[in-house]
């Protein structure tokens, strides 16, 4: 799985950058941007931490 976010209700909060453990996401434009996939560990934590519920995972 990857994680996606949706742009449109991403708030730039950086939450997702703090807890994944495979620094799978940056910040551009003030949102967050997942640049490696497939480094992902499946663990959720960034979905799971996105006040906006702005992160899903996904095949």
Known sequence: MAPKVEVDKCEGCGNCLEVCPAD???MEDGKAKVIRPDDCLDC????????????TLED
Do not use: K
């Not at 959720?44 to 992160?55: L, Y």
């Open 24 to 26: 799978v996401f940056e």
């Open 44 to 55: 959720g934590a960034c979905a799971e931490e996105c006040p906006t519920q702005a992160i």
